[in-house]
């Protein structure tokens, strides 16, 4: 069923970046204030969206499978919006930011993939052995553009590739060894460890990013909180429609509005950070991301009661 993730894909990466850029130029923002936007707009769905569409009764198939195709992308499609549209508000460096992309988002993937491989996967030695070299060639891969990006010699690229291996592929297997070993496979006490970790991790960073672009925020706080509002209610409101207009049925309509419509604001701030322009890129993904997790979750409630009908599901 191609056509759903072809329709989420394109309009994710086309209508939230446009909009972002429509959005910068018709307010009278610092540069750097709208090159945030622009980030928000071009950076790739997040998980959120997903529990948004399981809340909601939509298509949660399409939309995990939008979410990981859009992130798979985003090491390349990303840095290339940004460098076309944000690029005229500040200097956008290609190859620094799919290896920023690349350690914060596929690295720590592949790490995960370890990690659910030796604590709880049951796979044969030889399903092991074929992920582990594909997991392998991954990093080899990535920084075989830290080699572009930092323009670094071999010396400098062995060393790094030897810590991405004890960092994404050593340490997760050990770790889960262990945790195999200690929590006798008890996954859910350890995944309620894992949720409170990231929990807090989120707020610690949104704290960071608020307390460092506070004067900038006491300027266009008010106003970022408006264009936030509208990036967000656009994107609803447009991938609905497209998904309308391509003659998808209700559920599938619903998963494309939250797809478009909800953006990835941890990556989006990950990337202001090695930027070294958090207290200014970073304003917009800080107040987009608590504020799209409103109002994505006040439009699944309302949906929740508004399942869709018969007529509908018998389509599918």
């Given at each position: ?22 959005i ?8 750097e ?11 790739p769905?997040g998980l ?6 399981y ?11 939008i979410?990981a ?18 690029g005229q ?5 290609f190859?620094?930011?799919?290896l920023?992309i690349?350690?914060m988002i ?6 995960g993939f370890i990690?659910?491989l ?5 796979e ?5 052995v ?11 891969l990535?920084?075989?553009v ?6 670094s010699?071999i010396t400098g690229?062995i060393?790094a590739?030897l ?6 592929y050593i340490?997760?297997t050990?770790g ?18 894992l949720?409170?970790?990231?929990m807090?991790?989120?707020?610690v ?5 608020t ?10 706080g ?6 936030s ?13 497209v998904?309308w207009?391509?003659g ?8 494309i ?12 701030s990950?990337l ?21 997790n ?6 699944a409630?309302?949906?929740r ?12």
């Amino acid at each position: 069923m191609p056509k759903g993730v072809i329709i989420g894909v394109f309009s994710q990466f086309t209508l939230m970046p446009l909009v972002g850029l429509t959005i910068a130029n018709i307010f009278n923002f610092p540069p750097e204030i709208k090159a945030g936007i622009i980030l928000i707009g071009c950076v790739p769905s997040g998980l959120a969206s997903n529990v948004m569409s399981y809340i909601a009764h939509a298509n949660l198939a399409l939309a995990v499978t939008i979410s990981a195709v859009t992130t798979l992308l985003s090491p390349f499609v990303t840095p290339s919006l940004m460098k076309w549209l944000g690029g005229q508000f500040i200097e956008v460096n290609f190859w620094s930011m799919m290896l920023d992309i690349l350690n914060m988002i596929i690295l720590p993937i592949i790490a995960g993939f370890i990690f659910n491989l030796f604590s709880i996967g049951k796979e044969k030695l030889r399903s092991k052995v074929i992920q582990m070299a594909g997991y392998f060639i991954v990093i080899l891969l990535t920084n075989i553009v830290y080699l572009k990006a930092k323009e670094s010699d071999i010396t400098g690229f062995i060393i790094a590739f030897l810590k991405s291996l004890c960092w994404f592929y050593i340490l997760p297997t050990a770790g889960a060894v262990l945790f195999r070993y200690l929590m006798k496979g008890n996954t859910q006490l350890f995944g309620k460890i894992l949720s409170f970790v990231s929990m807090a991790g989120i707020a610690v960073i949104i704290t960071i990013i608020t307390a460092t672009g506070r004067d900038s925020l006491m300027k266009v706080g008010a106003l970022l909180l408006l264009t936030s509002l509208l990036h967000n209610f656009a994107g609803y409101t447009l991938g609905y429609s497209v998904a309308w207009l391509t003659g998808m049925p209700e559920k599938d309509r619903r998963t494309i509005a939250f797809e478009v419509g909800m953006q990835n604001g941890g990556l989006a701030s990950g990337l202001a950070l090695q930027m070294g322009k958090v207290a200014t890129v970073g304003l917009a993904p800080a107040i987009f991301g608590p504020l799209m997790n409103v109002t994505g979750s006040a439009l699944a409630s309302w949906w929740r009661g508004r399942p869709p009908g018969r007529k509908e599901k018998g389509k599918r």
